[in-house]
């Protein structure tokens, strides 16, 4: 079973940086793609950012030019630059990572708070 372990989760100034981290424990897995979602209470979980296999990256309209998201294959990581942090940015992230036909995973969560 794949298990997804994220990092990086802090309070911030708008205005301000962070950097979250993904690792999945099984490196032997091929991820189609890997990403990152969003959640504040009373609201749907909606996608961030995702990366393919073949690098190809999109992002939700609130945060392009903002955030920058990354991915390591061989180490089956994805990372999330946040920049420009606004406090409409609040909210608890996951990983998601992505083998087609065979399953989905998602972390635990890593909370993120941007307030002045």
């Known amino acids: 079973q794949v298990q997804l372990v994220e990092s990086g989760g802090a309070s911030a100034q708008p205005g301000g940086s962070l950097r979250l981290s993904c690792v999945a424990s099984a490196g032997i897995f091929h991820f189609d793609s890997m990403g990152w979602y969003r959640q504040t209470p009373g609201k749907q979980r909606e996608l961030v950012a995702s990366v393919t296999s073949a690098d190809i990256t999109t992002y939700a309209d609130p945060v392009k030019g903002r955030f920058t998201i990354s991915r390591d294959i061989a180490k089956n990581a994805v990372y999330l630059q946040m920049n420009s942090l606004e406090p409409e940015d609040t909210a608890v992230y996951f990983c998601?990572?992505?083998?087609?036909?065979?399953?989905?995973?998602w972390g635990k969560g890593t909370p993120v708070t941007v307030s002045s």
């Open positions: 998601r990572a992505d083998r087609v036909g065979v399953g989905t995973y």
